[in-house]
């Protein structure tokens, strides 16, 4: 194993001493990423520009959608064959994650070109706004293919076990676009396309480091010879897994198009900038925490194809009271200084002392995320695609839609974050019940 880490032997606490802090730092200098560039769009162009862009997360979420799809799917068949040592499975990973890549980024590219002021108009836009919105989109989308396999690749290298190495790359792509957005976006006279050009500049060279990587023979599996092409021996087992995180990525589609849309419908545009801000604080708040149980993935999955499963029982416990216990580290300092955090993207003239109570609101939300993100990552990492699935529909369809419809209805829109708070408690306690079932019957396994 690398790094001299062993998924199959060492301690729970090694082994996030290990894999969670490379992980947390590297999803941290993701999501210093998303404000750095929030940052940029408002300050060094405008607020249209910072809320176009920000309107834009449903169709960022198509793409992440696609790549969550081959990430998940193909991490989880990888973690897999190496508890089982299958070195003929190994070897047909990379050229099909390849070929997916492709097939997903060509769709994409084809809307960005031809479709992109349709995309714009579902979301309401309208004026400066709007346009900043088809400047950015237009780019983006004709880098879809950088992202797409930088990020699914990238995985296959924490799937390994090797996160510091994964989270290095992520870190050289996340400086050189915190470095060229304000170049391209003043020196370069582009504005919001410059920051577009700047993010898939830096994806281009995150996915070259990342494919080096595999080319110069560092990988700790069985690459086999550079190709690509579908593997049938694979494809279904991908999918399967994959189109889990595929599913909810698509679900989170409609869901922050119902979202924006609903605060455009009860609110004003101060209410349009005050929920971006809340959305974007939370998110960043939430980055770390999933790099914290980012490396539950493959402990899980190796050990699972190695049938350990006392191991797993032992892993499931130990990263999701972690977890609980490091989100609420997290949230001391915006729980106690919310004015602070929200005027960093905010004029202070917005942060009445409604915005911060239902920010605070959202946020007590937080310690929940651990409970439903290790749930769906046991599910992915053990093959149950069908579970894995299900549930991120389930969530959408049977809690958030009733509620994020009837409760604004009724207390405008404030009930958008009450009807947030609850649709997160209500899914907690759900996958709460779910895993604890499952974690029985690897008990019985085990015995």
């Not at 499975?89 to 992109?116: D, K, T, W």
């Not at 490091?326 to 001391?332: A, C, D, I, P, Y």
């Amino acid at each position: 194993m690398p790094d001299n880490i062993d998924l199959l032997k060492d301690s729970p606490r090694r082994l996030m001493r290990k894999l969670s802090v490379p992980g947390i730092l590297g999803m941290m200098v993701l999501s210093v990423n998303s404000l750095v560039d929030s940052l940029y769009l408002s300050n060094l162009i405008s607020v249209d520009a910072f809320a176009g862009v920000t309107l834009l997360f449903p169709f960022t979420l198509v793409v992440n959608s696609i790549s969550g799809l081959i990430t998940v799917g193909s991490s989880s068949v990888l973690s897999r064959s190496i508890g089982a040592e299958d070195k003929r499975i190994q070897e047909m990973i990379l050229p099909n994650l390849r070929a997916l890549a492709l097939l997903g980024s060509g769709v994409l590219m084809v809307c960005g070109l031809f479709f992109p002021e349709v995309l714009v108009d579902l979301m309401g836009a309208t004026g400066a706004v709007k346009r900043a919105g088809v400047d950015y989109l237009t780019v983006y989308l004709q880098g879809a293919f950088f992202i797409i396999y930088g990020l699914s690749a990238n995985a296959l290298i924490r799937s390994e076990g090797r996160i510091r190495q994964a989270m290095t790359y992520t870190a050289v792509g996340v400086v050189l676009n915190i470095l060229l957005t304000p170049i391209f976006i003043k020196s370069f006279g582009l504005g919001v396309k410059g920051a577009a050009w700047s993010s898939i500049i830096s994806m281009a060279v995150y996915s070259l480091l990342t494919s080096l990587y595999f080319i110069g023979g560092r990988a700790t599996f069985s690459t086999g010879r550079f190709g690509v092409s579908i593997k049938k021996g694979i494809i279904g087992d991908v999918l399967r897994v994959g189109l889990s995180a595929f599913s909810m990525q698509a679900a989170n589609v409609v869901r922050q198009f119902i979202l924006f849309r609903s605060v455009a419908w009860y609110g004003s545009a101060a209410d349009l900038a005050i929920f971006s801000v809340v959305f974007r604080l939370y998110s960043f708040l939430a980055v770390p925490v999933m790099g914290m149980l980012q490396p539950l993935q493959p402990v899980i999955g190796v050990n699972y194809g190695a049938a350990l499963w006392h191991r797993c029982i032992q892993m499931m416990k130990a990263f999701r009271r972690s977890g609980i216990f490091f989100t609420g580290l997290l949230l001391l300092s915006p729980m106690i200084f919310p004015r602070y955090f929200m005027e960093l993207l905010l004029a202070d003239t917005l942060v009445t002392d409604q915005a911060l109570n239902e920010f605070r609101l959202v946020l007590l939300t937080l310690p929940l995320l651990p409970i439903s993100v290790s749930t769906i990552i046991f599910f992915q990492a053990v093959g149950e695609g069908k579970k894995a699935s299900s549930l991120p529909l389930v969530r959408q369809v049977l809690i958030f839609l009733p509620l994020v419809l009837l409760v604004p209805y009724f207390k405008g829109i404030s009930g958008i974050y009450y009807a947030l708070a609850a649709e997160n408690a209500v899914y907690a306690l759900l996958l709460w019940t779910m895993i604890s079932t499952e974690m029985q019957k690897l008990r019985q396994e085990w015995r």
